[in-house]
């Protein structure tokens, strides 16, 4: 079986931080994970490593079948990333950045401004003509950097905390197109703090807690487990939730 996406041992230390510590984890094709854990528990940094944004300090991983390490642009040419910072070259217009994203991937000018005007009309992305990406708002930017993930037709898509600072109604349409990439095969995975996204939307769990994996599987799976009766006491449970008692001027 060649999974979508094998980690062995993978780590990540700044300094005497252990970011990400000894991480082991296999998905099969087509499955859509959601990375749950607390602001710091080193989710992010697990996916910058997955999508060769930031080098392992130890471990390994491979995507669709190939070694990272090995070969990085192969596996880049067929994943799409929406990083946490978004990293966008803001002193382009929105059209003029997906154009440069789609030449990255060998996509002519009109196959790009093609598929950026189907994007833009599902996301209701509309900036004014010409406007820098400097100057769109942070859902704007949002927006379009889904839409640079997506315009290539990645086998498989890392989207880190897609949802926050997203309106209702975009989130929706955000979940109908992974629900509709999910049905066409495409490999999900996303990262988020709140356990409802996971919860609601993510057929497999991975919980992260100060960079160990402390549960893997289905909600149900999770659930036997440990026993417990929702996402949210499990995850209490899983990476504990100790009550700090009461603010003592309040
Ligand atoms: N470049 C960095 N230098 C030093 N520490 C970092 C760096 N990036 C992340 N960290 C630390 O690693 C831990 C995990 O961070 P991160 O992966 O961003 O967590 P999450 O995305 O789950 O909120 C945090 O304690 C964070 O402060
Ligand atoms: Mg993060």
């Not at 710091?40 to 490593?49: C, D, I």
């Not at 030449?103 to 196959?111: H, I």
Request: with cysteine.
């Amino acid at each position: 079986m060649e999974w979508a996406l094998e980690l062995n041992r993978l780590t990540k230390r700044f300094g005497d931080k252990v970011a990400v510590d000894g991480l082991d984890l296999r998905l099969p094709p087509g499955a859509f994970l959601g990375l749950l854990g607390r602001n710091g528990a080193g989710k992010s940094t697990t996916l910058k490593m997955v999508t060769g944004l930031l080098q392992p300090t130890e471990g390994s991983i491979r995507v669709l079948g190939l070694d990272l390490g090995a070969d990085p642009i192969a596996v880049k040419r067929q994943i799409g990333v929406m990083p946490e910072d978004m990293a966008l070259l803001e002193f382009l217009s929105g059209p003029q950045y997906l154009r440069f994203v789609g030449r990255m991937y060998g996509l002519d000018d009109a196959t790009a401004d093609a598929r950026r005007l189907e994007l833009f009309s599902k996301l209701d992305l509309d900036p004014p003509a010409g406007a820098l990406v400097s100057d769109y708002s942070y859902g704007m930017k949002k927006k379009l950097s889904l839409c640079a993930a997506l315009i290539h037709a990645p086998r498989m898509l890392f989207l880190d905390e897609p949802f926050e600072g997203i309106d209702a109604v975009t989130s929706r349409t955000i979940k109908e197109i992974l629900a509709g990439l999910q049905t066409r095969g495409v490999t999900l995975i996303l990262t988020s703090h709140i356990m409802e996204v996971v919860e609601r939307l993510c057929p497999l769990i991975a919980i992260l807690d100060e960079g160990r994996l402390k549960g893997f599987g289905s909600l149900e799976d999770l659930r036997e487990g440990a026993g417990a009766e929702d996402l949210e006491s499990l995850f209490v449970d899983l990476v504990g939730g100790a009550q700090k008692g009461e603010l003592s001027w309040l």
